[in-house]
């Protein structure tokens, strides 16, 4: 495939990785009415159609063994359920939406509740545990306009997580149970982005002095890094990405500080610390380490491990901030992601194409400039293609929200029915309650399914 767009030698990093992006990097003619190519438009609309027919037909929430949102059952029934929340409500769409949730969240809550009275034990973060089911079944059950019981059962099974890692003190060396780590797929950080998905969706409702509790139970866990950098280990490695290092622990604490939690000057000054700290290791691709120690890493450009998942801190620190350099680096870093960002691993969040076009989404919210609304449509259109999809290996779960075609579903919702604008990149990044995005009472329920 011939290289049009990159306009830099990509033969020097690893082509097992990426394919290169073939298209132009600017395109001649960039308006909002080339955005909304009614064409393009009508193919992304018929792959997401096709999508959901491909994801109902080989998944069976009643039988997946699988209960989380990373590559479960809770994956496909939070994704119908911000694909419902989407729609209008006079849309038929919806109501087909809210009971393909009920149906994949009463499994995933079926799963993980067999597996708790085997004795296994409870993880606590929202991507691969508890929370992952029972704070989106608490946002359907409002939806389908279930009782206040009900609704307040599924928030109360996501409090009661707490005291697990709360009620322990931090000890060198780490120890090596999930409980006492931090980062966002299996720690600390992970609970409290369950605590403010929950917070943002029912304002009020979950108390300031919990809040508080985790995210200084978080913070006390760092170590001091350079400059006064704060960098948290990981089965006794510290890491740099949003999957199990220090960016995605920075994001969900500065997500905490935009609903309205107000972390202290000294630990914001920390925080400011922290991300200078990760700009200075960026490499001379632009690209970032996955760890500290290894300077000469340059392998991976997805949103576990490299730019992506640090990009999207830059645009957190910049919303909180409101530092010009914060966007100016994630600018930088976006084009590392336009260069590198066709993945042979597939289309998925964690890994995949997906994930990476939502971080064009998060330039586009802060900069308004069309080339990234661009850039995210083309790594959408990309993803499907036939000659992409030829470079492409098949995920281990190919139907997942973050391995696979889940992914790309929940991209295509937010660029076909949402305001780019507003889109988060999901299960990750919360909505400040100060946006008025909590879920109305006044909206149209559907008490009929179960859940």
């Known amino acids: 495939m011939k290289n049009r767009g990159a306009n830099e030698d990509v033969h020097q990093f690893d082509r097992n990785r990426f394919i290169a992006n073939p ?25 997401m159609s096709h999508a959901w027919e491909q994801i109902l037909r080989q998944t069976d929430p009643q039988k997946e063994k699988d209960y989380t949102i990373y590559t479960g059952s809770a994956g496909i029934g939070y994704l119908a359920l911000h694909s419902a929340l989407l729609v209008e409500s006079a849309d038929p769409r919806r109501r087909h939406f809210v009971d393909i949730a009920g149906n994949y969240l009463r499994g995933a809550q079926a799963t993980l509740e067999g597996r708790l009275r085997q004795g ?22 409002r939806l389908q306009g279930k009782s206040n019981d009900a609704v307040e059962a599924c928030i109360q099974r996501v409090l009661d997580l707490a005291p697990l890692f709360l009620n322990q003190t931090h000890h060198h060396p ?10 966002i797929l299996y720690g600390e950080s992970g609970y409290l982005t369950s605590l403010l998905y929950l917070n943002s969706n029912f304002p009020g409702r979950i108390p300031d002095q919990l809040l508080s509790e985790v995210t200084d139970h978080i913070i006390s866990g760092a170590e001091e890094g350079p400059g006064g950098a704060l960098l948290w280990a990981w089965h006794g490695k510290e890491y740099l990405g949003a999957a199990h290092g220090v960016s995605g622990i920075l994001l969900a604490l500065l997500d905490a500080h935009l609903q309205g939690l107000r972390l202290p000057d000294v630990v914001l000054e920390r925080i400011q610390c922290t991300v200078n700290y990760l700009y200075s290791l960026r490499l001379p691709s632009g690209n970032y380490p996955t760890r500290p120690s290894k300077e000469c890493d340059d392998r991976l450009v997805q949103w576990c491990h490299g730019a992506p998942g640090i990009l999207l801190l830059f645009v957190k620190a910049y919303e909180v901030f409101g530092q010009p350099k914060y966007l100016a680096w994630a600018e930088l870093a976006a084009d590392v992601v336009w260069m590198r960002g066709l993945l042979r691993k597939g289309n998925g969040l964690c890994h995949g194409v997906a994930g990476n076009a939502y971080c064009f989404l998060a330039v586009f919210r802060c900069t308004d400039n069309d080339i990234y609304l661009h850039r995210a449509r083309v790594f959408a259109l990309a993803a499907q293609d036939d000659i ?40 990750f990044e919360t909505r400040g309650v100060r946006s008025g995005t909590g879920i109305s009472h006044k909206e149209e329920s559907y008490g009929d399914g179960e859940a």
């Open 23 to 47: 298209f132009p990097k600017d395109p001649p003619a960039l308006s909002p009415l080339a955005l909304l190519n009614p064409r393009e438009t009508q193919t992304l609309k018929d792959r």
């Open 120 to 141: 296994r034990h409870e993880d606590i973060s929202f991507i691969l545990g508890t929370p992952g089911v029972y704070a989106p079944l608490a946002v359907l059950r």
């Open 174 to 183: 780490r120890r090596q149970h999930p409980h006492y780590e931090f980062e």
């Open 388 to 427: 992409v999809a030829a470079h492409q290996d098949t995920p281990d779960h190919p139907m997942s929200l973050f391995e696979g075609l889940g992914g790309l579903l929940a991209l295509y919702a937010d660029l076909l029915e949402g305001d780019p604008r507003e889109a988060l990149f999901p299960a």
